[in-house]
């Protein structure tokens, strides 16, 4: 650590071995019409394709709807972790989420996404530790931190 004007920051080197790069390989394979699959290596194959309303194969997984389920998988990952590092009493989590496409200046795009998180907590002193994890969890999603859509968060708490 370095001292800087009566203040502690990391150093260039401690920088850099605290903040690695990570790379993340997928494989697309195309079958017929709008459809494909979807590989990684050690995970199970996913068939996938456009949705129905651009022609694409029923009952599939779609990118669509692989997007907005990554920011919500994303935000759950992140608000676990945080949780966990603070100690707070989840008993479960479970979320919904609503992603919007709109057609906007000749393109389609998300616009929104909205998660609907309902979690569950085992002490009724957890509320304002809670609203504050939720936020940073907000804060800190990398998936959310990676779009220009608009991500909001409604959560649902229970006290058990």
């Not at 394979?29 to 394709?49: I, M, N, P, Q, Y």
Request: one cysteine or more; aromatic letters at 10%.
């Amino acid at each position: 650590m370095v001292r800087e004007n009566g203040r502690f920051s990391i150093s260039p080197e401690q920088d850099k071995t605290r903040f690695r790069t990570f790379t993340y390989k997928t494989c697309t394979t195309w079958t017929e019409g709008r459809s494909g699959v979807l590989t990684s290596e050690g995970k199970a194959s996913l068939r996938f394709s456009a949705p129905p309303e651009f022609k694409g194969e029923p009952g599939l997984w779609t990118p669509e709807h692989m997007f907005v389920a990554c920011v919500e998988m994303c935000h759950m990952a992140t608000f676990i972790a945080f949780a966990s590092k603070r100690d707070l009493p989840v008993v479960s989590y479970r979320s919904h989420a609503n992603g919007v496409l709109e057609y906007v200046d000749g393109d389609y795009r998300f616009t929104r996404i909205v998660i609907f998180p309902t979690i569950v907590v085992s002490s009724s002193s957890a509320g304002d530790e809670l609203q504050a994890i939720l936020r940073d969890a907000e804060k800190h999603c990398l998936v959310t931190n990676s779009i220009a859509s608009i991500v909001e968060v409604n959560p649902t708490i229970i006290v058990q």
